[in-house]
């Protein structure tokens, strides 16, 4: 019973974080463009603008709620519904911190532990483009449809290259599961060689290849810049969410938002050690496990809160590319260079064995 009443404290910490981190990234994206075009960005609503994701989203609520007369109504709606729903799910495998000692009994910061984690978080990832795709189609709007053609095309070009980055981080590891992985990359030295710091024996020391690749991979994944070609402006008006206001737009953009932070916490996992940090083990011995694990909490969000300001800090220095070299870039590009890197990964394991 206390650990089904835990769970449950956990999956709404989860839902209103990664609600409140898609409403502030807004804000922190405003002023990261403002900060580098000479500005000031939102300020007018409450201190320092920290008011304005309130504001914001006070006026999608109230807008009015439009719906084309020729447009597949159910597939309309259901289109950011899928988006927003499967992003929120994307969370419940990740181990954000290590487990909590609680009146004796131990429990596990993540909603649920599971051996294919990787593929679980995969998997909703390549599905959510549906929702896209349905909103697109049913809108009965040329520009809404190419948005849509667009991202189902992206998708298949940049989740090629993301499967085999990631399986060289799985030949290393041994496993799907996210929290073994994490915890792998806690325990020994780094290249086995350097004095041996609890906590640093990072996936990114390894694999500095597959984690570009991946990296670049993922800004597509979540139509970042500079691989927003589903709703590019200059040419798509919107793209796919074009005739859509009120709060399905709402859906659709706090959908990406909460993608980009789920996204970024992956690649923490992934490459950098998840909760762990330098002297865990340490703090564990002298502080206590519980500190250990608040801490732990801590240093995850903060990489995955640098990882949100590197993916703004991009969209705001680097161009759009061109839907031809988006193509060149993940066929001929990042492909073979994510196969290379598991051929290289594989026969380095091979001579180490």
Known sequence: MELLIFKLILVLALFLLSLTV?????????????????????????????????????KFFFKEDFTPANAEKFLFIMGPSIVMFLSLLTGAVIPWGRALEIGGKVFDLQVVSIDVGVLYIMGL??????????????????????????????MISYELAMGLSLLSIIMMSGSLDLKHIVEQQGEGKIWGILP???GLNWNIFYQPFAFVIFFVAVLAECNRHPFDLPECESELVTGYSTEYSSMKLGLYLFGEYVNMFISNALLVCLFFGGYNYPGIEWVAENWGE????????????????????????????????????????????????????LMVTGAVMLLCL
């Open 196 to 198: 041996e710091i609890s």
């Open 290 to 341: 519980n500190i250990s694990s608040v801490l732990s909490v801590f240093s995850f969000l903060a990489k995955t809160f640098l990882g949100i300001f590197i993916f703004m800090w991009i969209r705001w220095t680097i161009p759009r590319f061109r839907y031809d070299q988006l193509m060149h870039l993940g066929w001929k590009k990042l492909i073979p260079f994510a196969l290379i890197n």
């Open 22 to 58: 898609a409403a502030y990234s807004t804000w922190a994206e405003r002023k990261v463009a403002a900060f580098m075009q000479d500005r000031i960005g939102p300020n007018r609503s409450g201190p320092w603008g920290l008011l304005q994701p309130l504001a914001d989203g006070g």
């Open 125 to 154: 990832a390549s599905v959510s483009v549906y929702g896209m795709m349905l909103g697109g189609w049913a809108s009965n709007n040329k520009y809404s449809l190419l948005g849509a053609i667009r991202a189902s095309s992206q």
